[in-house]
């Protein structure tokens, strides 16, 4: 009879872990995409509350202590999950951003002049199919012989923003606008 009652309630708590599993599975599909990383802000407002509260709830309700530590886990393996995804891919695309820069300086160095674009500069096989379309290269449109070539790509953390590799101090920028 016993048993009976232990697998009862062990089927009540994985039904309300379940709820957990899927909120927090929802959440780090939809703030894992690029350019969403921003609304982590928004999930903080109601993260960090509700963390709070099932600490608490941890110290004052002994049995409801496995629950709340499992959901307390279940949310931080989600938001380390999106913070991971997030990171990986920032490091990747500057990876080639990086890439593209150098040879286009390279390419600057070698010809004492910018290429016009990038199809100038040579890129392994393999790479040029790796590489996402969302790099920009050009020159401003009132360039004067000399001008440096502005090359940037969006953000991967936030919509509307850009980082921008400048050309005199060979470093990235990122930029707000």
């Known amino acids: 009879m016993q048993n009976l009652s232990e697998q009862g309630s062990r089927a009540t708590e994985l039904k309300s872990l379940l709820g957990s599993l899927l909120a927090a599975g929802i959440t780090t599909l939809l703030l894992s995409q690029r350019g969403a990383g921003f609304m982590l802000i928004f999930f903080g407002f109601f993260f960090i509350p509700w963390l709070l509260q099932s600490i608490y709830y941890c110290i004052r309700m002994p049995a409801q202590r496995r629950v709340l530590i499992q959901k307390i886990l ?4 989600a938001l380390f999950l999106i913070t991971g995804i997030h990171l990986v891919r920032h490091h990747h695309v500057r ?4 890439d593209i820069a150098d040879r286009v300086q390279h390419y600057a160095d070698q010809y004492g002049h910018y290429p016009p674009d990038l199809k100038s500069i040579s890129a392994p096989k393999e790479q040029q199919i790796a590489t996402p379309s969302g790099f920009y290269y ?4 009132d360039h004067e012989p000399g001008a440096k070539p502005e090359l940037f790509y969006a953000s991967t953390y936030v919509v509307f923003e ?14 707000y606008e």
């Open 74 to 77: 279940i949310w931080l393996i």
């Open 95 to 98: 990876n080639q951003a990086q």
């Open 138 to 141: 050009g020159f401003p449109h």
């Open 162 to 175: 850009v980082e921008r590799y400048d050309f005199n101090t060979r470093r990235w920028e990122h930029d």
